[in-house]
C-alpha cells in the first residue's frame, strides 16, 4: 500500500470515529425529542364516557376536565405515562425487587431484600378482591397510560440507554407503588425492635432502654404529654469496643404539615400547610394536576405517577395534607423451632411447616431465591442469640391498600367527613391533618393500626404460644383523634403526638426527637392572624434550637486545650446566630461534631451495622441518649475502647480537626455548612452515565436548613412539595415543587419551578392560563 493510500485510508478511519459519537448524538437527540410528551391536538381514546380536556399551563401542570371520575382517572394515566413512565416503572420494580430486570445485577441486592415481601402476588390477590366501582377506575387508570406509552413516538430516553423496552402497565402495578410508599416510609425490618434486642444483648436491657428511648426533653406532642427521660443504668456489660468508622450523615426526618382554624384567618375559612421530605430526583415523586368533574369535583394538588388519586391539596370543601406518623407497624417475631423437627416451628394452633417459595430473580442472568414464610410473614433474619425472627407487618395483610377511600376523600366536604374517610384508608400509617371552610381543623392516624394484646410491640417477642400477637385493628374510636383544639392549632412533624393510654394503643415506630415539632409550635403560638405567606415563612424557618446543646458540648471540650487549631473554632462558634444558614462555620462546626459524636458512642456500645443492612441507631434515639449521657458522664458507661469521656469527645474535637483539615484544606472559613449541604437533586441514571447530568439535572445549588429545623433538608432528601391552601380560596394557594412535571428533558417545561423551591420564592398553586390544550375523544380508532 502506497503512503498516500494509507493516508487516505487513516483519514477516512479518522473521518469514521469522528462521525460515529456525533452520529450516536443525533440519534439519541432525536430520541429526546420524539419522547417529549404530546401537548396538543385530539387523540381518540376508547373507552370514554365523553370528551376529557387537558389544558396544560407554562409550568406543564393540566388541568384535567371529565365528564365522570373514571375518564379523569384515564387522562391522568395518559399524562402520567406520557411524562412520567420511566420513574413508574422504577417504582413498581423496586416494590416487587424486580429492579435487575431494568438496571442489571448491580440492583440484586436491594431486590433479594425486597422480594421477600412478595409485593407482587399480594398486589394480585388485592386486584381479584377489589370492589367492582374501585376495580372499574382503577382499569380506566391503567388503560389510559398503556393509551399514554404507546402513543409518545419513541419511549423515555432511559431504555435506549439502559438497552431495555418497557414493559405495559397492570392494574397490580398500581398497587405495586403503594407498596414501594410503604417501603419508603416504614422501611422493609422492624429495625427499632432488632436493634433493641441487639444492645440487650450486648450491653443489657437497662443500657437498650437509654439507648433506644421512647421520648425525652424534645417532645411537643398534642397533648401535652411528657415522656419520661430515659434512666441511667448502673452500669453495663463488659464488652469490647465495637468499630467505628466515618460519621454517619443519615437523611433526616423531615415532613411537616399543621393547621390554624378560621378564627386566626382573614376569610374564616381553615388554613392548611404541608410539606412532605422524600428522597429527591429528576423528575420530582409527585405530579401536579388539577382535576375537575364537573358538579362532582374540583380539586388541586399533587397525585403519585402510577396510582390516580389526588394525594394531597384541596377541594374548595377541605385542605388535607399528610405525614409519615411512624406507629408501630411492624414487629419481629421469634420463631421457636420443634426440636428434631427441621423446617417445623410453633405457633398457636400447633407446629407449623416454614413455606419456602422459589422466587426467580432476573438480571443479565436468572437466579433462584429461596423466600421463606411463616403465618406471621417472612423470616428476616437471626437474634445474636442464633433464633430467627420473622417479620409481622400491615403491608403483608390482605387489606394493606384501599384506593377507593381516596376517592372519597377528594369529594369530602368537612373535617368529621374527612376524619371519617382518614380511619378507612389503607396505606403506610400518616399524620392526617385536614381544615374545612367552615374554618374547622382536624388531626387523626391515617391508616390500619394494630390491635396487640400480650406486650406493648417494643421488643423483640414470641408468639408461638398465643399470649402475645394482632388481634385485628384498632376501631375508629379507638384511634386517637383532635378536632378544633382551644388554640385553634394543629401541628404534626413526625414526632410524638399523644402520649399515656393513646401512645400505648398505636406503639412506637421510630419516631423523631420532637425538636421540629416544637419550632412549628411555638411559631404557630406566637402569632394570632395568618396568610399563607406566614405559613410559608415557617416552612423556610432555618432555626435550630436543638444545636444549642452541642454547641455547649463542643465549646466545654474546646475549652480545655490551648492549642491554636482548636482555639480558632471558638470565634465562629460564639458568633452563631442560632440557624442553619448556609454560609455559617458555626453550625456546620455543630453539627459535624453531633455526627461524630453519636457514630462513635453507637459503634462503641452496639457496634457497626448489622449485616442485614440495618441501621444500628437513628439520630433521633441517639439526640436524648446522647443527651443524657453527656449530662452525666457516668464512669461505668464510658463507650468501650475510651479511657473517660474527656478523652472520648477529644477523640471527636481531633476527627473535627481533621475534617476541617480534609474538606476545606485547613482554612476555616471555607468549613460552612453551605458547602457541605447541597440540593443534590439528580436523575436516577446521571451519576452513572458520565455528561447525563447536564442534560437532566439543575444547577446544584446550597440550600439552607437541616434536621431539627422546620426547614428539614439533606443531601438528596427534603420537602418534595409545600403547599398552602385555604379551602375554597386556592386562588391564593402557594406552592412548590423541586424537579418540575416533566421526565423528559426537551419538554418545555422541563424543571420549570425549581429556582422557586430551591430560594423559597411564593408561587401559586392554581395552574396559570392556559398554554397548551389536548383533547381524548372517545372512540375506537387510535
Not at 615 to 639: C, G, Y
Request: charged share 25%; hydrophobic share 40%.
Amino acid at each position: 500500500m502506497t503512503r498516500r493510500a494509507i493516508l487516505r485510508w487513516g483519514a477516512s478511519l479518522l473521518g469514521v470515529l469522528i462521525a460515529l459519537p456525533l452520529i450516536a448524538l443525533a440519534l439519541f437527540w432525536l430520541r429526546l425529542e420524539r419522547s417529549v410528551p404530546r401537548l396538543e391536538g385530539d387523540v381518540s381514546a376508547p373507552g370514554l364516557s365523553a370528551t376529557v380536556t387537558i389544558n396544560r399551563d407554562a409550568n406543564g401542570v393540566p388541568t384535567i376536565s371529565g365528564r365522570t371520575r373514571a375518564d379523569v382517572a384515564y387522562a391522568t394515566g395518559y399524562v402520567h405515562a406520557q411524562e412520567r413512565f420511566f420513574q413508574m416503572d422504577q417504582l413498581r420494580r423496586a416494590a416487587a425487587g424486580e429492579l435487575g430486570e431494568l438496571f442489571g445485577s448491580a440492583a440484586l441486592p436491594i431486590d433479594r431484600q425486597t422480594r421477600s415481601h412478595l409485593f407482587r402476588a399480594r398486589a394480585r390477590f388485592l386486584i381479584g378482591h377489589m370492589a367492582p366501582a374501585e376495580r372499574a377506575v382503577l382499569k380506566a387508570y391503567v388503560e389510559g397510560v398503556n393509551r399514554g406509552l404507546s402513543d409518545l413516538r419513541a419511549a423515555p430516553f432511559e431504555y435506549a440507554l439502559l438497552r431495555r423496552t418497557p414493559q405495559a402497565w397492570r392494574a397490580e402495578d398500581s398497587l405495586l407503588v403503594v407498596y414501594a410508599m410503604y417501603l419508603d416510609l416504614q422501611h422493609g425490618t422492624p429495625e427499632l425492635e432488632l436493634n433493641r434486642a441487639r444492645a440487650a444483648a450486648r450491653l443489657g436491657p437497662a443500657m437498650a432502654e437509654l439507648l433506644y428511648p421512647l421520648g425525652g426533653e424534645l417532645d411537643a406532642a398534642l397533648d401535652g404529654s411528657i415522656a419520661p427521660v430515659p434512666l441511667l443504668p448502673a452500669g453495663m456489660k463488659p464488652v469490647p469496643a465495637g468499630k467505628s468508622g466515618p460519621p454517619i450523615e443519615r437523611p433526616v426526618k423531615g415532613s411537616n404539615n399543621w393547621a390554624v382554624g378560621g378564627r386566626l384567618t382573614a376569610t374564616g375559612a381553615a388554613m392548611v400547610a404541608n410539606d412532605m421530605h422524600l428522597r429527591l430526583s429528576v423528575p420530582n415523586i409527585w405530579y401536579r394536576a388539577r382535576l375537575v368533574v364537573p358538579g362532582q369535583l374540583d380539586a388541586i394538588g399533587v397525585t403519585l405517577p402510577g396510582v390516580f388519586p389526588l394525594v394531597v391539596g384541596s377541594n374548595r370543601h377541605i385542605a388535607w395534607g399528610f405525614t409519615d406518623a411512624y406507629v408501630d407497624a411492624h414487629d419481629a417475631v421469634i420463631v421457636e423451632p420443634i426440636e428434631g423437627e427441621p423446617g417445623w416451628y410453633r405457633t398457636p394452633g400447633g407446629p407449623r411447616r416454614i413455606v419456602v417459595r422459589p422466587e426467580r430473580l432476573c438480571a443479565d442472568i436468572c437466579r433462584d431465591l429461596l423466600v421463606r414464610q411463616t403465618i406471621w410473614g417472612p423470616i428476616i433474619g437471626r437474634l445474636p442469640d442464633g433464633r430467627q425472627v420473622a417479620d409481622r407487618w400491615i403491608a403483608h395483610d390482605s387489606n394493606a391498600i384501599r384506593l377507593a377511600p381516596m376517592l372519597e376523600l377528594e369529594k369530602a366536604q368537612t373535617v368529621a367527613e374527612a376524619i371519617d374517610v382518614a380511619h378507612r384508608l389503607a396505606l403506610p400509617n400518616e399524620n392526617f391533618i385536614v381544615g374545612d371552610a367552615q374554618g374547622h381543623i382536624g388531626w387523626t392516624i391515617a391508616g390500619q393500626v394494630p390491635r396487640r394484646f400480650g406486650w406493648d410491640g417494643r421488643d423483640v417477642a414470641s408468639w408461638a404460644d398465643g399470649r402475645n400477637g394482632w388481634a385485628g385493628y384498632l376501631r375508629p374510636d379507638e384511634i386517637p383523634t383532635i378536632i378544633d383544639p382551644p388554640s385553634g392549632r394543629l401541628w404534626t412533624a413526625n414526632a410524638r403526638v399523644v402520649g399515656g393510654a393513646a401512645l400505648r394503643r398505636i406503639g412506637d415506630g421510630g419516631y423523631d426527637d420532637g425538636s421540629r415539632a416544637r419550632e412549628i409550635g411555638l411559631r404557630l403560638q406566637a402569632r394570632d392572624r395568618f396568610a399563607e405567606r406566614d405559613m410559608l415563612f415557617i416552612q423556610l424557618d432555618t432555626a435550630s434550637p436543638r444545636a444549642r446543646f452541642w454547641r455547649g458540648v463542643l465549646l466545654k471540650t474546646l475549652s480545655r486545650h490551648r492549642e491554636p487549631r482548636f482555639r480558632a473554632m471558638i470565634a465562629p462558634l460564639m458568633r452563631w446566630n442560632g440557624r442553619a444558614d448556609p454560609d455559617s462555620v458555626g453550625y456546620r462546626l455543630i453539627r459535624t461534631f453531633r455526627a461524630m459524636v453519636v457514630t462513635k458512642a453507637y459503634d462503641a456500645y452496639v457496634g457497626k451495622p448489622a449485616a442485614d443492612g440495618t441501621a444500628t441507631f437513628s439520630m433521633s434515639s441517639a439526640e436524648q441518649a446522647l443527651r443524657v449521657l453527656l449530662r452525666a458522664q457516668p464512669v461505668k458507661l464510658v463507650p468501650p475502647g475510651y479511657r473517660s469521656w474527656d478523652s472520648f469527645l477529644d477523640a471527636n474535637l481531633e476527627d473535627l480537626v481533621r475534617a476541617v483539615e480534609t474538606e476545606a484544606a485547613g482554612e476555616l472559613s471555607r468549613f460552612t455548612w453551605g458547602r457541605w449541604l447541597h440540593a443534590d437533586v439528580h436523575h436516577p441514571l446521571s451519576r452513572a452515565i458520565p455528561l447525563l447530568s447536564r442534560l437532566t439535572d439543575p444547577e446544584d445549588q446550597t440550600v439552607p436548613g437541616d434536621g431539627g429545623t422546620p426547614r428539614a433538608q439533606h443531601r438528596g432528601v427534603g420537602p418534595s412539595e409545600r403547599i398552602v391552601v385555604s379551602p375554597g380560596h386556592e386562588a391564593r394557594g402557594i406552592f412548590h415543587m423541586p424537579g418540575g412535571q416533566s421526565g423528559a428533558p426537551l419538554a418545555p417545561y422541563y424543571l420549570a419551578g425549581h429556582r422557586d423551591w430551591i430560594e423559597g420564592r411564593p408561587t401559586a398553586l392554581l395552574p396559570g392560563p392556559t398554554r397548551w390544550t389536548f383533547r381524548l375523544q372517545p372512540g375506537s380508532k387510535h
